[in-house]
T-cell receptor, first 115, second 112 residues
Framework: GAVVSQHPSRVICKSGTSVKIECRSLDFQATTMFWYRQFPKQSLMLMATSNEGSKATYEQGVEKDKFLINHASLTLSTLTVTSAHPEDSSFYIC???????????FGSGTRLTVV | GENVEQHPSTLSVQEGDSAVIKCTYSDSASNYFPWYKQELGKRPQLIIDIRSNVGEKKDQRIAVTLNKTAKHFSLHITETQPEDSAVYFCAATPFGNEKLTFGTGTRLTIIP
């Protein structure tokens, strides 16, 4: 149980274009979804926290107009990287808090490469 | 906010020996401390966790200890095997906050 499906797993896009990453909770309701970014050989850095039906809360230094997060339902949250640039190339991972107690489950991650 | 420090950043141990990774946290309100194993390009996998109402938890070859007074917790892996090679992250979160703050990671290499 508690599976989060994340797509796409890899994406290459041209500089200036936008990319959408989806995370779906398959067997539980994800009232809260966390979005992380991980650069090579570094830790997971929280970008934003999204709650179903409300605006996301962004961490300090994360541009909310560049990283658009939508959490329109209890099973789907999306992250759109707008006007992507090479420095946005990274590994993006979503995580959801289980609705049945302690624990967090992670998506499989999206490797974004901006060329 | 919470700040989690993790040491060492790299650790190499002979197969069969034990490995210990240590983390300290800053927020005394933190009460949930998970440990994750991450292989290259993969998602973090929970390997063990502990809540602040206990001091130690063990699951086969893996154990975690927590010292609330000193605000540190440690991961212990015994009888290490080559498949234990990975990056390990500790994390902490205060009850009700839900945000996980991660440590900087430890790259563990098991030498056959």
């Amino acid at each position: 149980g508690a599976v989060v499906s994340q797509h796409p797993s890899r994406v290459i896009c041209k500089s200036g274009t936008s990319v959408k990453i989806e995370c779906r909770s398959l067997d539980f309701q994800a009232t809260t979804m966390f979005w992380y970014r991980q650069f090579p050989k570094q830790s997971l850095m929280l970008m934003a926290t999204s709650n179903e039906g409300s605006k996301a809360t962004y961490e300090q230094g994360v541009e909310k107009d560049k990283f658009l997060i939508n959490h329109a339902s209890l099973t789907l949250s999306t992250l759109t990287v707008t006007s992507a640039h090479p420095e946005d190339s990274s590994f993006y991972i979503c995580s959801a808090r289980w609705d049945r107690g302690y624990g967090y489950t992670f998506g499989s991650g999206t490797r974004l490469t901006v060329v | 906010g919470e700040n989690v420090e993790q040491h060492p950043s790299t650790l190499s141990v002979q197969e069969g020996d034990s490995a210990v990774i240590k983390c300290t946290y800053s927020d005394s309100a933190s009460n949930y401390f998970p440990w994750y194993k991450q292989e290259l390009g993969k998602r973090p996998q929970l390997i063990i966790d502990i809540r602040s109402n206990v001091g130690e938890k063990k699951d086969q070859r893996i154990a975690v200890t927590l010292n609330k007074t000193a605000k540190h917790f440690s991961l212990h892996i015994t009888e290490t095997q080559p498949e234990d090679s990975a990056v390990y992250f500790c994390a902490a979160t205060p009850f009700g906050n839900e945000k996980l703050t991660f440590g900087t990671g430890t790259r563990l290499t098991i030498i056959p």
